[in-house]
């Protein structure tokens, strides 16, 4: 396995500018998710760090050694696409050999029959070793894909949504396997997702994109907890973050449009006008609450109940756990969790605390 | 608004039933949510409620009246489908417009009610533009206008947000929500979204292979599901469900576990399940205690961070993992012994031949 360096690259196609001076380095035996809307330049980076694509400017570096020039074969990667990309006419067991048997490898068949064994092991495809994989379900289809990376013990494994074909109840599982397996293995991953479930739960680290910056680098708790601009903030958590324009008076935060009025603590130094973060989780319904507004809309999802609280002309988001017996249009009194806010300016979305 | 009624309607395509003989009664300003994977029949009986698809057998009625027969423009719904179907050469205005333009309405009237819907979600200020222009959000709120603007008996929605981005379909969805009870209309909407499906119904009919297997509000659907299928299928993740063998009030569960059935259970287990005692144990993941000295042994197998909570995936035996919603600092090293215990009033019990859920006394059946 394999620490990765990107230093200053910069990749365009024609006139579009698909990454604009990204650096950043992952660490042997990661799992290193970058996270973005399309379009943000995860693919891209996947790419050329695969050497599918070459930078037009900047350096990739594989253990301190530069790979700039090595074409794709060279670098040892295995890539797992959305698409299954399996020879449908072949067993399980011959697709996951294939890349064994290459004439780059010629591995022996005796070795092959236990590196497909323990694969097949990891990934419970065991059963299913002597189908043809083109009588598979989606689910299984992939696990055969990230099988047949597993069993070439690359040095780093590239992964494209690999996750984003199956239905939910697949995700979710698969979801969890894959990062166990990543974490009994210790393999260099890097990980390309829009979904920012996968990325909260799969990582060790996340990288932000979107149009070709990186917005932050940072573990899960790092990013939920310290999102850098607010596009992080809004991209992370569901129910999404509450976001307000607020005005700053005499040592009180003022949200517009509403009769919030929060009290900030003397060591936070904002300037006059600012947009406030407040997770939904940090919007606490209580009876005595200090703040009140008029429930707008209640929305049950069994384990958690989301409420919609309106206060002037501005609604809040709050989750509480499971049930309630609040009703709409009914009053609601609330606290907000003062030392959970965060403060972005109100221009530039830059995080102020 | 209108009431609707489905009396033993079926639906086949050639021998096989793509819904089989179904009852459903949808109240006046009810807004009621077909649920099901792909292939379940949800949207072949919303297409039958719409007069799309002729019935096989079977009676519909609207408020009373046998609508079976009639054509679908006869029936006064209006449909919105996950594809906007809006005339991408007329402005946003002459769209909404269309349908009253249709039933012949006056100018001025049709200019009034325009404005009101108009302003009812938040279009006002791209009236004038043409839809092509407009971001996904922004087109699904004209095609739920051009459906609002004739106040029909009933709006029958196919996946409305299924084309919409994530972050838009969480605002969309309360959006809909919102009109929906500012209006009271009567609406059938279908989702293979559960997520979608507990925040939006007032009652949820789950179906699975063309039959209804439960239709309740979000809360029963969830805290007591009618079977294995509706256990799964609710919540994410869906329910743990193990499999053990009943005996002197414990079930033996996958790696040397014993789990102390609560009393209140322990006479149902007995005169419910088959002479070989085996039974299968479900519960949510919020419904695990992790407790030092909990009577269930497992190991960790991953723990991830949800954002405001932690989910541990605990492995009792190779081929069992629970997952278990815990707080956001709960952290474990991979391997390491977690021991837990259930929540007694939050654990159900389904029997594993039909699959049904055990009942206790005076439980809804």
């Known amino acids: ?353 | 608004m209108a009431t609707i009624e489905l009396k033993q309607v079926e639906k086949k395509f050639g021998d096989s039933f793509a819904v089989k003989p179904l009852d459903l009664t949808i109240n006046s300003g009810e807004f009621i949510v077909l649920l099901g994977p792909s292939g379940c029949g949800k949207t072949t009986t919303l297409r039958m409620i719409s007069g799309l698809e002729a019935v096989t057998s079977g009676n519909i009625l609207f408020d009373g009246k046998d609508v079976t027969w009639l054509h679908p423009s006869a029936r006064d719904i209006a449909f919105v489908f996950q594809f906007f179907a809006l005339y991408s050469h007329l402005s946003v205005r002459d769209n909404i417009a269309f349908p009253l333009q249709a039933q012949g309405m006056s100018r001025e009237d049709i200019k009034k009610r325009v404005a009101e819907v108009a302003d009812m979600l938040k279009i006002e200020h791209v009236l004038n533009a043409r839809p092509g222009g407009l971001s996904g959000g922004d087109q699904q709120r004209v095609a739920l206008a051009r459906a609002l603007v004739r106040k029909p008996a009933a709006f029958l929605m196919d996946e409305p947000l299924g084309a919409l981005d994530a972050e838009f379909r969480e605002s969309m969805r309360a959006e809909i929500k919102r009109l929906h009870i500012d209006q009271h209309a009567t609406t059938v909407y279908v989702t293979h979204d559960q997520i979608e499906a507990m925040a939006m119904g007032d009652r949820i009919v789950v179906m699975s292979n063309a039959v209804v297997q439960q239709a309740d509000t979000p809360t029963e659907v969830y805290n007591n599901p009618s079977n294995l299928f509706v256990a799964r299928f609710i919540g994410s993740p869906g329910m743990n469900l193990i499999e053990g063998h009943y005996a002197d009030g414990t079930i033996n569960l996958p790696g040397d576990n014993r789990y102390s059935v609560p009393s209140g259970w322990r006479s149902v287990l007995e005169t419910q399940l088959a002479s070989d005692r085996r039974v299968i144990v479900g519960f949510r993941p919020e419904a695990v205690q992790v407790d030092g000295t909990g009577e269930i042994n497992s190991t960790n197998y991953a723990t991830d961070l949800h954002g405001g909570y932690t989910m541990l995936h605990l492995q009792l035996d190779p081929d069992t993992i629970v997952h278990a919603r815990a707080g956001r600092d709960m952290r474990y090293q991979l391997s390491e012994t977690v021991r837990f215990t259930l929540k007694p009033d939050m654990v159900r019990f389904f029997h594993p031949e039909t699959e049904m859920a055990l009942k206790q006394n005076g439980m809804k059946n």
């Open chain 1, 1 to 353: 396995m394999s620490n990765i360096r990107l230093e200053n690259i910069t990749k365009k196609f024609k006139e579009v500018t698909a990454l604009n001076d990204v650096s950043f380095s992952i660490k042997d035996g990661e799992f290193f998710v970058l996270l973005g809307p399309t379009g943000a330049g995860k693919t891209t980076t996947l790419r050329l760090i695969a050497g599918l694509e070459k930078q037009d400017v900047g350096h990739i570096h594989f253990d301190g050694e530069l790979v700039d020039e090595l074409p794709p074969a060279e670098r040892d990667v295995a890539f797992v696409f959305q698409q299954y990309s399996l020879y449908p006419s072949m067993s399980v067991y011959d697709n996951l050999a294939f890349p064994l048997r290459s004439p780059m490898r010629q591995t022996p068949e005796a070795e092959i029959r236990m590196r497909v064994q323990s694969a097949a092991e990891k990934l419970r495809i065991t059963h299913l070793l002597e189908r043809k994989t083109g009588k598979l379900s989606g689910g299984e289809m992939q696990r055969v894909s990230i099988g047949r990376a597993i069993v070439r013990e690359p040095r780093v494994f590239l992964m494209d949504e690999p996750l984003s074909n199956l239905d939910a109840k697949l995700r979710e599982s698969l979801r969890v396997e894959l990062k166990h397996i990543q974490k009994t293995q210790n393999s260099t991953t890097v990980f390309v997702t829009h979904d920012q479930i996968e990325a909260l739960t799969m990582a060790d680290r996340i990288a932000v994109l979107d149009e070709g910056h990186i917005l932050q680098i940072g573990t899960p708790f790092d990013i939920y907890d310290r999102p850098a601009t607010t596009a992080v903030a809004q991209l992370v958590g569901t129910p999404k973050i509450n976001l307000l324009p607020a005005v700053r008076q005499n040592g009180h935060l003022l949200i517009e449009s509403s009769t919030l009025k929060l009290q900030l603590s003397d060591d936070v130094s904002l300037p006059e006008a600012v947009s406030t973060g407040i997770r939904p989780e940090n919007v606490e319904i209580m009876s005595d609450g200090q703040f009140s507004g008029k429930v707008a809309l209640i929305e049950p999802l069994g384990v958690e109940t989301i409420i919609h609280i309106r206060i002037g002309e501005q609604t809040l988001i709050s989750i509480v756990p499971g049930t309630t017996n609040l009703r709409i249009d009914e009053d609601v009194r609330f606290n907000i969790a003062v030392n959970h806010l965060h403060f972005f300016e109100q221009n530039s979305g830059v995080r102020l605390n």
